[in-house]
């Protein structure tokens, strides 16, 4: 499938994903109209309402700016949604941009739609559009994605995903993270960005198995929930066969640098 014939496929099926958002709302409404019917309440007491409101979210999880060992660079990672309480589409939106040289950078955008399937966990399911570039260079690749997001006991926030490339290159991500309270204002959140591919992939500098690792470690100030500023750590090295791979390039495998930003949702 070329790239032409796969954003065709992918418009379509956002177009569906969209469609189906709103049918299945007013389905909820009318069934959750039904379910109250035949009912006996108490005396003095209202209906129930049963209704299926629709909502936005959009979250900066990191807005911030990273100096160190890798090229200094603008690192965004941001996701929102609209829907209701058990149905919603998602967009995320994930880039780094380098502020010196060359200025290589990339960006990866997905829209999903998402589906509640227990009270702390959805699954997901839609495209992602990941571009990469370089000077003049440009590569893009487009994705099938199916995931799981949600809450994991003792308040881990947990999101592993399976990406199909169009070339049908199979590959995986697992996103780990954790709030700890230090005071009401001071928080501190380690979290864990780990890649791995099903196939080789030379023209990314993708090996087979695990390819990546980044930890990160934040130490965020809440002057509102909604308006938090931070400063941290991250360490980043390519594994396996990636390493290799990089090694070749004459890029160095790991990486520690220190980063300063935003964390904000409204």
Request: net charge neutral.
């Amino acid at each position: 499938m070329n790239m032409k014939t796969f954003v065709s496929f992918s418009g379509t099926i956002a177009f569906l994903l969209a469609s189906s958002v709103s049918a299945l709302a007013a389905d909820s409404e009318h069934s959750g109209h039904a379910s109250g019917l035949g009912k006996t309440l108490p005396p003095g007491w209202e209906p129930a309402v049963h209704d299926q409101a629709i909502n936005t979210f959009t979250f900066f999880q990191k807005a911030e700016f990273r100096s160190g060992d890798a090229p200094d660079a603008a690192v965004v990672d941001a996701e929102g949604w609209i829907g209701g309480d058990y149905q919603r589409l998602w967009w995320k939106a994930d880039g780094e941009q380098e502020t010196k040289g060359a200025k290589a950078g990339e960006i990866e955008l997905q829209a999903l739609y998402s589906r509640l399937f227990s009270p702390f966990w959805d699954f997901q399911t839609g495209i992602r559009i990941d571009r990469q570039y370089s000077g003049r260079k440009r590569d893009t690749t487009g994705y099938f994605v199916v995931g799981l997001e949600g809450l994991a006991p003792y308040w881990f926030e947990v999101e592993p995903v399976l990406f199909v490339s169009e070339k049908g290159k199979v590959s995986s991500r697992v996103t780990a993270s954790y709030d700890q309270l230090i005071t009401q204002r001071w928080v501190i959140q380690p979290r864990i960005d780990l890649n791995a591919a099903f196939q080789k992939d030379t023209r990314r500098n993708v090996g087979t198995g695990l390819n990546d690792i980044e930890v990160g470690l934040r130490l965020r100030y809440d002057f509102r929930r909604q308006f938090s500023p931070y400063v941290g750590v991250t360490w980043r090295r390519a594994l396996g066969n990636t390493a290799d791979l990089v090694r070749r390039t004459g890029e160095d495998i790991s990486a520690t640098s220190v980063v300063f930003g935003l964390r904000t949702w409204f």
